[in-house]
């Protein structure tokens, strides 16, 4: 009984810490513009809308923080392994990690940038000086708490996955979650916030996404703000009940059957969550329907 109430109590601390973790991850990831957006912010001079968007898609985000908190994960290990406190091992982990991925921002937003010089896309050095750092901070946040998460479940949970397997495991759901969730916030609320709700983007819109804000052009720290509104959130309620239900399957499930218990467990968790996506999905389109153009007086 003892060791099912501790695995609660860590089970609901990962939960809190995978929460926290989503919303840095997808506001870091919407600062840098690294989701599936981006394409438009590469586009976006080709078709003569010059912009001041941080440009640095590296890569996809779940491979992308697959490598931050594996990498992370790997260092923290191997302090351990040398008898460093577990928490200075984390933080040297997370740190080089965070070095990391501002190493392959900065190139990243050059290189890419670099590639439009032709259609007249500047680098500008004041964005690569501001943005680079706040996207390096939010990643700190996301690959801390997510290699802290990794080690509770390591040591306390006793997992069978050493540090840097668990790494890989966490880290690319961590990036999964935020580009599933967070993703759209990013492109059809604020890239095309110009565009009619639910009306899509029209192929002769490509590209032309918002460059100008309240007060002179839009910078990529302004959609750090909205991100952090909504899309951050809920990739963080997302990633954080991944998280959760995943362990709390596991520790009060696992003892039943010789595992198949928690198997069982999980297959119910994602039929209810199938269910309650498809009532409401219908209830949505019925109660709004497809879009339709406004109608215009004769």
């Known amino acids: ?39 438009q912010v590469q586009l976006a001079p080709q078709m003569g809308y010059t912009h001041r968007i941080y440009n640095k898609a590296v890569s996809g985000e779940p491979p992308a923080y697959t490598l931050w908190v594996t990498l992370a994960c790997g260092v923290a290990w191997a302090f351990i392994m040398m008898n460093v406190n577990a928490v200075l091992a984390i933080i040297f982990g997370t740190v080089l990690a965070t070095f990391v991925q501002g190493i392959y921002a900065t190139t990243a937003y050059l290189g890419r940038t670099a590639s439009l010089s032709k259609f007249g896309q500047p680098v500008f050095i004041d964005v690569l000086k501001s943005v680079t750092t706040v996207t390096m901070g939010h990643a700190f946040v996301a690959i801390f708490t997510t290699v802290t998460a990794c080690y509770l479940m390591s040591t306390v949970l006793h997992h069978p996955f050493a540090l840097p ?47 100008y804000a309240e007060a002179g052009q839009r910078s990529s720290i302004d959609n750090g703000f909205f991100t952090a509104k909504l899309g951050g959130p ?42 309650i996506d498809r009532y409401v999905e219908v209830w949505a389109r019925k109660n709004y329907g497809p879009y339709t153009a406004a109608a215009t007086e004769a």
């Open 165 to 211: 397997l668990l790494g890989v495991v966490w880290g690319l759901a961590l990036g999964a979650a935020g580009s599933a969730t967070g993703n759209p916030y990013y492109g059809k609320e604020r890239q095309y916030q110009n565009q009619k709700f639910g009306a899509g983007v029209p192929i002769s819109a490509s590209g032309n996404i918002v460059r």
């Open 1 to 39: 009984m003892q060791e099912i109430i501790i695995g609660i109590g860590v089970t609901a601390l990962a939960g809190a810490l995978a929460a926290v973790a989503g919303a840095a991850e997808d506001t870091e990831s919407n600062i840098g513009s690294q989701g599936d957006p981006n394409s």
């Open 234 to 275: 809920a990739s963080g309620l997302c990633f954080g009940l991944i998280v959760f239900f995943e362990l709390w399957r596991t520790v009060l499930f696992e003892p039943i059957a010789n595992g198949w218990g928690a198997v069982v467990a999980g297959v119910v968790i994602i039929l209810i969550f199938m269910i």
